[in-house]
Structure formats: structure tokens, C-alpha cells
């Protein structure tokens, strides 16, 4: 069965997510209302933060939405350090075609604020990029990322 998988962190960088499934359709940009982007969880691997969400009314977070099998979600959550350091929720999304339902990641021990590595932000900035996002879209992230 084919779902949707929300990437608003690395994973919203194709190249990324080529390292992760070797199968998905788009991605497609996508909205998430009622959420603010977050830096809130230390990655050793990243040696940083890393993105995540937290519940904020009257803010959005940009994105990508993939269209993936659901047999491969042991994969994502692998990735994503679920459900140890990410949970797995469902939520809706805005696409150019309509709302959607999706998956994605939220930290399950959020701190206050941890500052993403360069490396990080920029494979985040790049799949932005990529997707078409402009400078206010990257500047959202890059307040959320040093604030």
C-alpha cells in the first residue's frame, strides 16, 4: 500500500532519502499548519541538532511529501531513531493539489534548542532548493535553526 511520508529535516533533500529507500514517488511541496520547525533534538551522527516540530497555531512548516511503500516505513523509522528519539505520527498536509494525509517524525524527548552542524542545515537547504522553495522559505529555517 502506497502512504505519504512528510520530510521536513534531511530527508526533505532527495539525495538523502536516495540513501534511505531505493523507492518513492515525487517528492511534491507540501505545508504542515498548526506547527513550527524546531531544532530541539542532539544527533551524534550529526554532531548537532536536528529538525523538529512543535505544535504552534498560526505557524506552518515547508516541506516535501513522498509517496512511499508501507513496508518500508522499518526503514524510515531506522533512520529516524524511532521510536527511541522520533515518534511516528499522522497528520494532514496542504499540496498543490489538496489537504493529504501523512506520516512524519516529531523528537520524542525534545529539549530546548540544540543548533544543527553546517552539514545538516545544508543538505536541509539544498532539498529546499531543490524543491523550489525561495530565500523565505530558507531563512525560515535558517531563524529556526540559530535562534
Do not use: C
Amino acid at each position: 500500500m502506497m502512504v505519504n511520508y512528510f520530510a521536513y529535516d534531511v530527508t526533505i533533500n532527495p539525495d538523502v532519502m536516495r540513501r534511505i529507500l531505493s523507492r518513492w514517488q515525487g517528492p511534491r511541496r507540501a505545508i504542515l499548519e498548526g506547527y513550527r520547525l524546531v531544532f530541539d533534538t542532539y544527533s551524534a551522527a550529526w554532531k548537532g541538532g536536528i529538525a523538529g516540530l512543535e505544535e504552534a497555531s498560526g505557524s506552518h512548516v515547508v516541506g516535501a511529501l513522498y509517496t512511499i511503500e508501507s513496508e518500508d516505513f522499518p526503514l524510515l523509522d531506522r533512520y529516524q531513531g524511532a521510536p527511541n528519539t522520533r515518534s511516528r505520527i499522522k497528520i494532514r498536509v496542504k499540496t498543490e493539489t489538496g489537504v493529504e494525509e501523512a506520516y512524519t517524525y516529531i523528537s520524542s524527548n525534545p529539549r530546548k534548542h540544540v543548533a544543527p552542524s553546517r552539514p545538516y542545515l545544508s543538505l536541509v537547504i539544498r532539498g529546499l532548493r531543490t524543491l523550489g522553495y525561495g530565500e523565505a522559505e530558507v531563512l525560515m529555517v535558517e531563524k529556526a535553526a540559530f535562534s
